[in-house]
């Protein structure tokens, strides 16, 4: 979770230890969320790239980014062609993503689709964005946003909302149960469980 542009910069080997590869673990990265748009795309970009070089050694397979402006990602990209494999906008609260599509497609990125945000601010209609469902390379579930931050599975309005969702994905994406209390996480993940078996679905 690379949140902050500066901090993370600043991460050292105890922020960053040096025997994470040895987990046996699969990574992944979230870009900041105060990414200097202002100061112009190459100011990310390079911002992109210091980040880059400093989690090289975990080989993260894709980097999740809150959408900017329209039109940023395409000066991004120029910047930056060779980001367009590794990076996946998340539809937010602010963005659900719809008007950035036509750049998406044209740029060739992926999609975080976060389940929680979808449902908390009624976003629906991204799942009928042409060829939505191809683009989505990770997904991040909980029950919604709440007072408290993200709540349990328990709080999904519908889970078949979900089993509707992974019906509908190729089946090499990642899944991210993004919640942030250990107690409601465990039970989260039994619940998923559940559901997978009561759907009738694999999982590792």
């Not at 494999?85 to 963005?95: A, D, H, P």
Request: aromatic share 8%; hydrophobic share 40%.
């Amino acid at each position: 979770m690379l949140l902050e542009t500066r901090g993370c910069l600043e991460y050292d080997e105890l922020d960053l230890p040096v025997d994470l590869p040895g987990l046996g673990l699969g990574y992944h990265a979230h870009l900041p969320l105060d990414l200097p748009w202002k100061d112009g795309p190459a100011a990310v970009g390079d911002v992109i790239f210091a980040l880059e070089q400093k989690i090289a050694f975990l080989r993260p397979r894709g980097y999740v980014l809150h959408p900017p402006e329209p039109g940023d990602l395409s000066g991004l990209l120029r910047h930056r062609p060779g980001l367009s494999s590794r990076l996946w906008l998340e539809n937010t609260r602010e963005r659900d993503l719809c008007e950035l599509w036509d750049e998406i497609g044209a740029l060739g990125l992926g999609v975080c689709l976060d389940v929680g945000h979808m449902v908390s601010y009624g976003q629906e209609r991204v799942m009928d964005l042409p060829g939505f469902f191809e683009r989505v390379r990770i997904l991040h579930i909980y029950g919604g946003e709440s007072e408290r931050g993200h709540a349990g599975l328990g709080q999904l309005p519908d889970p078949n909302l979900l089993r509707d969702i992974l019906l509908r994905l190729k089946g090499d994406e990642t899944l991210v149960v993004e919640i942030f209390s250990l107690e409601e996480l465990g039970r989260s993940l039994n619940l998923l469980q559940s559901w997978l078996l009561g759907w009738g679905m694999h999982h590792d």
